[in-house]
């Protein structure tokens, strides 16, 4: 069984940063591509960003230059680091992976697993 645990949210003023964080099992960590999707109320999930486990990254451009993914594999956990934050970037924060190789990466369709997201405020 594969879990995801978020945490990291929280309310930062405009400019400011967070980092968060997902806890993942080993088998999701090491075998499958994980990534970030972000979704505010009546919307749809939308992708922010996605890592392989050869390390290849693909980030929306609305994040690029700001948002950064990483991961630290001693406690296989994923974070995301987010700096110049715009009161835009509110949202539902949550980590995915997939078993699929293939397929859309920004397609929230093909992710088997989800955390229970964190959510993200930024003031203007």
């Known amino acids: 069984q594969v879990q995801l645990v978020e945490s990291g949210g929280g309310l930062v003023q405009a400019g400011g940063s967070l980092r968060l964080s997902c806890a993942a099992s080993?088998?999701?960590?090491?075998?499958?591509?994980m990534g970030w999707f972000r979704q505010t109320p009546g919307k749809e999930r939308d992708f922010v960003v996605i890592?392989?486990?050869?390390?290849?990254?693909r980030y929306a451009d609305s994040v690029k230059g700001r948002f950064t993914i990483s991961r630290d594999i001693a406690k296989n956990t994923l974070f995301l680091e987010m700096n110049s934050l715009k009161p835009e970037d509110t949202a539902l924060y949550y980590c995915?992976?997939?078993?699929?190789?293939?397929?859309?990466?920004?397609?929230?369709?093909?992710?088997?697993?989800w955390g229970q997201g964190t959510q993200v405020t930024v003031s203007s």
């Open positions: 890592r392989w486990s050869s390390g290849s990254t």
């Open positions: 995915a992976a997939s078993s699929n190789p293939y397929g859309d990466y920004a397609n929230p369709t093909i992710y088997d697993y």
């Open positions: 080993e088998r999701a960590f090491n075998r499958y591509r």
